[in-house]
């Protein structure tokens, strides 16, 4: 039986890589150098949401030291400062990273 756990550690992992997806694309939209850098932290920081989620499923009983790993990612993927490049975009359309392609 999973615990508990290794979901919170999935969710974690699985919202870094869906935010990172999201600043690629708007990145190879924009040529945004703020984007890139946070798609760049992105990849990392879900390097180490990965190993912090293996971690969490491969060792029953020090699953806290696992979800550790993967709040410290977590928090180094912060939001850093960034352009507005939605403008006045409903949500959705915030949400997937649609933009005007910008040669």
Known sequence: MTSFSVYI???????????????????????????????????????LAWIGMIFTAGNPGFETIGLTIVLVAIYFNKKGKREDVFGDASLMKRVLGETTVKK
């Open 9 to 47: 550690a999935a969710f974690g992992f699985i919202s870094i890589i869906f935010l990172t997806l999201r600043d690629i694309r708007i990145y190879r939209r924009t040529k945004l150098v703020s984007y890139r850098k946070g798609a760049l932290r992105g990849m990392i920081t879900g390097g």
